[in-house]
């Protein structure tokens, strides 16, 4: 019989945050939310005793034993002593400390709540009218009911989803940017709109109000809208599993920015997280290092012409204002190609032609298939909507061809 950490049940486990150096952040009736390293997480009291959850996984309730095998893993050993002695150790150590147990805290602030609690349902209130026009009809909107809801300072906030399906967070719009809701776990979801019983598309977006912005404007059916805060292989698995379950085999990009340069940046962090791309991406202070398979001699044979035009328009471009070429400084801020064996290298520099250039004749050449790329003429979905919403409106498909990725 297994009795080894099962007084989970006499510990005071608010304290014990506390004791453990995790920082009170948040209190109320129902639950803590404590705060450690950037991590967060819920303390909550159920029949059966504390239980808390880190924000990104409100369905995993933990005890008292879990936040200490968590601490302890991080402590550095004395000697051999292996995990399972830190924690044993330590555990008989709370035990034995008066103020850590609820027997010597008869005093309980927290109501008793059902062990499912999800502290981010809370915040959930409806839509009302004086939102604007871009909120106008969307509580009785088939993609958007039940997708955007509002906090009690009347800021519009948009679910979002982990793995399990689970809410864990909301992405709030503050009027000039959308940004992640107070201690909402943006690394580990992502939203998405109600899903159809037939799907004809997926439109995948920076975030869920250039979501709203882009069907207003197109009034798509059939179609389900995603938006990534963050950009990540937790969030692209949750992606990918709602790919696998649609069915649907071509994703729609449309990442945007305050500049469009952000937006093809974004899709090329993107596509390095696409199933089986093998795509890699690194990052420096002056431009960004690609790495890709080469495929069929036809895809890498158009990509490195498109670049050798490119680069040639740019040392003709340099001449207009020097006779001779700085090659060094022309190099600079052209893309640089190599193969080794099967293997694509690309230097490109940090310069939005040139990003615009590597993003277009990748998918051109590479992508076309699985991934159709749809920019806005405007920085953003929801500036082109402002801009034409007052506009007659064309025939739809026709209307959204023409937002397709070209040069």
């Known amino acids: 019989m297994n009795n080894w950490l099962n007084k989970d049940h006499l510990i ?38 504390y239980f808390y959850y880190k924000v990104q996984r409100p369905h995993e309730k933990l005890s008292a034993s879990d936040l200490i ?41 927290l109501k008793i709540v059902q062990k499912n609690f999800n502290h981010f349902l809370s915040y959930q209130l409806p839509l009302e009218e004086a939102l604007g026009n871009l909120y106008q009809g969307v509580d009785i909107s088939t993609p958007f009911m039940d997708r955007v809801f509002q906090n009690d300072e009347g800021t519009p906030l948009f679910p979002l989803f982990n793995l399990q399906n689970e809410v864990c967070g909301y992405f709030q719009d503050m009027g000039n940017k959308v940004v992640p809701y107070g201690e909402s ?28 912005a882009f069907h207003n404007k197109f009034q798509l059916k059939n179609v389900v809208y995603m938006a990534l805060g963050t950009i990540n292989s937790q969030t692209t698995d949750i992606l990918f599993q709602i790919q696998r379950l649609t069915k649907v085999d071509k994703l729609f990009l449309s990442f945007t920015g305050n ?29 960004m290092l690609l790495r890709f398979p080469m495929g069929n001699e036809k895809s890498f044979t158009r990509l490195y012409d498109h670049t050798r035009r490119y680069n040639k328009e740019l040392s003709k471009s ?51 298939k699985t991934i159709d790329i749809l920019k806005p003429k405007s920085d953003n979905w929801y500036t082109e909507w402002e801009n034409t919403q007052n506009q007659v409106s064309e025939g739809k498909e026709v209307q959204l061809k023409e937002y397709r990725i070209a040069l």
């Open 259 to 287: 500049k469009k340069i952000e937006g093809y940046l974004r899709d090329l962090h993107f596509i390095s997280y696409t199933n089986d791309a093998d795509f890699n991406l690194t990052l420096t202070d002056r431009d």
């Open 185 to 212: 776990a943006i690394k580990h979801s992502l939203w998405y709109s109600n899903i159809p019983k037939k799907i004809e598309g997926l439109f995948l977006f920076s975030d869920p109000k250039e979501a709203l």
């Open 12 to 49: 005071h486990l608010p304290n014990l945050f506390e004791h453990l150096g995790f920082r009170l952040v948040q209190s109320n009736n129902t639950h803590h939310l404590f705060k450690n390293s950037g991590d967060h997480y819920v303390v909550i009291n159920t029949e059966i005793g």
């Open 318 to 368: 340099f001449l207009k204002f020097n006779k001779i070429i700085n090659q060094k400084r022309l190099n600079k801020y052209s893309i640089m190609i190599s193969k080794d064996n099967e293997v694509i290298k690309v230097r490109l520099p940090l310069e939005s032609n040139a990003i615009k250039l590597l993003v277009w004749s990748y998918y051109k050449n590479y992508l076309n």
């Open 69 to 109: 095998t968590e601490y302890v893993s991080k402590v550095e050993s004395e000697g051999k002593e292996l995990i399972w002695d830190k924690l044993d150790n330590y555990y008989n150590k709370v035990l034995k400390t008066e103020g850590l147990l609820i027997s010597n805290n008869p005093d309980n602030t």
